[in-house]
T-cell receptor
Framework: KAGVTQTPRYLIKTRGQQVTLSCSPI?????VSWYQQTPGQGLQFLFE???????NKGNFPGRFSGRQFSNSRSEMNVSTLELGDSALYLC??????????????FGEGSWLTVV | KNEVEQSPQNLTAQEGEFITINCSYS?????LHWLQQHPGGGIVSLFM???GKKKHGRLIATINIQEKHSSLHITASHPRDSAVYIC???????????FGTGTSLTVIP
């Protein structure tokens, strides 16, 4: 079956713009989580959605938001982009969540460069 | 303050060597994951542990909940094992994910 699909894979944005990233989970998975990875901070948890509801949230400013649709696809949005938002954004899906004993499956990520 | 500490940060081994990567954490957890990341970004979940020990091929992962410590072992290492290995824990309060900074492993033929 198809894996976790993230689009776009690469994008360049200008400071002050906003960006929307998309994640299609593995069929049947209801938990989708988002992560930011930078050379300086490593991997950091953004948020998790389960059945269209945000279940957990990391320590990121309100400029970072997300949502999940009824088909479990998820989007994350970053408004008023800053240079420091340049990162690899990873999405992962699992049946019910990484704390429930389920394996989590990662997408290839979206590389965002803010100039 | 890092909730998850990994050691070593970098590791170079000869093909065939036995490798150990350590992970210590400071929060109460509901689960611990070992992840593998190859150049280019793709991450694969190797193990999910909440107790004891798991084995998959040449990989073995153990966890000691009382000591808040986990180890990932690779037996008979191979150049294709070269990757960054990341320890991640899920706290049992708030279900937050915390990540180690990763161990960069290079296996030389």
């Amino acid at each position: 079956k198809a894996g976790v699909t993230q689009t776009p894979r690469y994008l360049i944005k200008t400071r002050g713009q906003q960006v929307t990233l998309s994640c299609s989970p593995i069929s049947g998975h209801r938990s989708v989580s988002w992560y930011q990875q930078t050379p300086g901070q490593g991997l950091q948890f953004l948020f998790e959605y389960f059945s269209e509801t945000q279940r957990n949230k990391g320590n990121f400013p309100g400029r970072f938001s997300g949502r999940q649709f009824s088909n479990s696809r998820s989007e994350m949005n970053v408004s008023t982009l800053e240079l420091g938002d340049s990162a690899l954004y990873l999405c992962a899906s699992s049946l019910r969540g990484g704390n429930t004993g389920n394996t989590i499956y990662f997408g290839e990520g979206s590389w965002l460069t803010v100039v | 303050k890092n909730e998850v500490e990994q050691s070593p940060q970098n590791l170079t081994a000869q093909e065939g060597e036995f490798i150990t990567i350590n992970c210590s954490y400071s929060v109460g957890i509901s689960a611990l994951h070992w992840l593998q990341q190859h150049p280019g970004g793709g991450i694969v979940s190797l193990f999910m542990l909440s107790s004891g020990k798991k084995k998959h091929g040449r990989l073995i992962a153990t966890i000691n909940i009382q000591e808040k410590h986990s180890s990932l072992h690779i037996t008979a290492s191979h150049p294709r094992d070269s990757a960054v290995y990341i320890c991640a824990v899920i706290s049992n309060t708030g279900n937050q994910f915390y990540f180690g900074t990763g161990t960069s492993l290079t296996v030389i033929p």
